[in-house]
């Protein structure tokens, strides 16, 4: 069955530190794997897609890590911001014709300060 | 450039009624889709269209009806509103269903079916 699973569902941190989320898929044939960004009352806002052959993207603070073998990819966040607070959700992309997508149900990430 | 707007940003309704979610987009985007995300869950495609005339059923259909008219809107029909289906309604489009293009998502509208 093709899935996505998040962890940690939650988790809350202090301003100025760093976190990683973790995304493990079942999903096959693989694409690619977006990270989305969804402030409260918004949509979803992509922050860094990985294909098959790439091990670590950066966006700014945001860095994105792939292990296609093992079927992971994870968040990283440094320095982490007020901003920051939102849910983080991992989508997966089986390339199908359809360019079916399957989602992750999010980390809820809440920075104090 | 909005992006992709939608309309409205909240609703109640009461069992059995209906109503229709608007959803336009000013990018020239031939393919969009309408997605609910319930509590704690992942989104799930009720529909998408390749472009005006042409939609198909995604994922969890069921309740639903869509159209597309023009390139620029894709309704959303609830006909008699039940409580599952309460949730929020994502709509997204995209410039082709290629791999690696992006999809584009409205801020949503926050439905309670009562």
């Known amino acids: 069955k093709n899935q996505v699973e998040q962890s940690p569902q939650s988790l809350i941190i202090l301003e100025g530190k760093n976190c990683t989320l973790q995304c493990n898929y079942t999903v096959s044939p693989f694409s690619n794997l977006r990270w989305y960004k969804q402030d409260t009352g918004r949509g979803p806002v992509s922050l860094t897609i990985m294909t098959f052959s790439e091990n670590t993207k950066s966006n700014g603070r945001y860095t994105a890590t792939l292990d296609a073998d093992t079927k992971q990819s994870s968040l990283h966040i440094t320095a982490s911001q007020l901003s920051d607070s939102a849910s983080y959700i991992c989508?997966?992309?089986?390339?199908?014709?359809?360019?079916?997508?399957?989602f992750g149900r999010g980390t809820q990430l809440t920075v104090w300060p | 450039n909005a992006g992709v707007t939608q309309t409205p940003k909240f609703r109640i309704l009461k069992i059995g009624q209906s109503m229709t979610l608007q959803c336009t987009q000013d990018?020239?985007?031939?393919?969009m889709y309408w997605y609910r995300q319930d509590p704690g869950m992942g989104l799930k495609l009720i529909y998408y269209s390749v472009g005006a005339g042409i939609t198909d059923k995604g994922e969890v259909p069921n309740g639903y009806n869509v159209s597309r008219s023009t390139t620029e809107d894709f309704p959303l029909r609830l006909e008699l509103a039940a409580p599952s289906q309460t949730s929020v309604y994502f709509c997204?489009?995209?410039?082709?269903?290629?791999?690696?293009?992006?999809?584009?998502f409205g801020p949503g509208t926050r439905l309670t079916v009562l």
């Open positions: 990018m020239n985007h031939n393919y």
């Open positions: 989508v997966v992309n089986r390339g199908s014709t359809l360019g079916r997508l399957y």
């Open positions: 997204a489009s995209s410039y082709s269903d290629r791999d690696y293009n992006e999809q584009f």
